[in-house]
């Protein structure tokens, strides 16, 4: 009979694996040209400037909990994982469908997940890859076994539809991945996160929240939509992604070449290729879906995993990288062995 804690045998830590994918987009396109009806802009410009062509819109019903619910259940079958099977849930959200009860609580009662621990991170464009990790460290450490990460968002509920600079940038969507120990891979082999909340202004929506709740008197102003300083943005996601792919790529002892595809965020043609320079890669090394969805924020990086993952861009066993950046200002990369 043991007498303490200390006759207990430790456990250690162990890999964690994404074991199956899935996304969802809503069906109604909203093209380029589309927005030349809304908003002083046109497709060329765009183009250039972007790399986007179109992207999805929810439907009004339709919220961020509906797209990750249905991520989710194509990730689940993909693993061939029951809900009952699910022990935690984690969504990665900037557009809630509402405050509280979290996202993950809801998206829990819709696929019967009825044993899992439920919440949501914010962490912005970001969110997919932080919740990765925390699900990675809950796997590690034998505290769960099946996690389910979900990267959503309803962008188009928050935009400001009369904003050209910033309105034709994001769209719709969901991804999700299943973790659980594999015993033949190193799984999530290594991950980098950090933020710097010193720029948290330069992509923010500043009303909403305790303070600057938005009122009769201040409606008007659009203070609950998202607000951007571009070439602020610009500069800093390039500077964070590349410092973030650096590190984590130095602690796997790998360099760009060994790495058999990227998955960066879905945010703009132009910090993907500013990376594929300074890396060294051609673009054919990148998974890029943009052109068709836009930003979709924490779901952008999870829906391209999962293509990427359908359309066979990747074997098992071979090392892919996953970078992104998101307000806050917020950064992640994780290295992975499929």
């Known amino acids: 009979m043991k007498n303490s804690l200390r006759d207990t045998p430790p456990r250690y830590n162990r890999s964690a694996s994404i074991i199956g994918t899935g996304s969802y987009v809503p069906e109604r396109v909203m093209t380029n ?33 509906h797209m990750a619910a249905k991520a ?6 993909n693993a061939g994982v029951t809900p009952e099977e699910i022990d935690m849930i984690l969504v990665a ?5 509402m405050f509280f009860p979290s996202t993950a609580c809801q998206v829990q009662r819709q696929i019967g997940a009825k044993n899992a621990t439920c919440m949501d991170v914010n962490a912005a464009c970001s969110g997919f890859l932080y ?9 590690s450490n034998h505290a769960r076994e099946t996690v389910l990460v979900i990267g959503a968002d309803k962008l188009s509920s928050i935009v400001n539809w009369e904003d050209r600079n910033t309105c034709v940038l994001f769209g719709d969507g969901a991804g999700a991945a299943i973790l659980r120990h594999r015993p033949d891979s190193r799984g999530i082999v290594a991950t980098h996160m950090g933020s710097d ?16 709740p938005i009122t009769r008197d201040n409606v008007d102003a659009k203070l609950n939509t998202l607000q951007m300083n571009g070439r602020e943005t610009f500069k800093q996601a390039v500077t964070s992604m590349m410092r973030a792919a650096n590190t984590v790529l130095e602690r796997c002892e790998l360099t760009a070449q060994d790495v058999k595809c990227v998955i960066p965020h879905q945010a703009n043609i132009r910090i ?12 054919d090394r990148f998974h890029i879906n943009l052109d068709k969805y836009g ?18 861009r990747f074997q098992k066993g071979d090392p892919i990288l996953l970078v992104v950046f998101g307000g806050g200002l917020t950064f992640a990369s994780s290295v992975i062995e499929w």
């Open 33 to 65: 040209s589309d927005l030349e009806a809304m908003v002083e802009t046109n497709h060329q410009w765009i183009v250039e400037r972007t790399g986007i062509y179109e992207r999805r819109i929810a439907a009004e019903n339709e919220f961020t909990s």
């Open 72 to 77: 989710a259940q194509v990730a689940m079958e």
């Open 93 to 97: 959200t900037i557009t809630p469908d």
């Open 131 to 139: 919740c990765v990790e925390i699900a990675n460290q809950f796997i």
């Open 197 to 212: 909340g010193n720029y948290g202004d330069i992509l923010h929506m500043p009303g909403g929240g305790c303070a600057l």
């Open 272 to 283: 993907i290729e500013a990376m594929a320079d300074r890396m060294d890669l051609t673009m």
């Open 295 to 312: 930003n979709t924020s924490a779901a952008a990086v999870a829906i391209a995993l999962d293509e990427a993952a359908r359309t066979g």
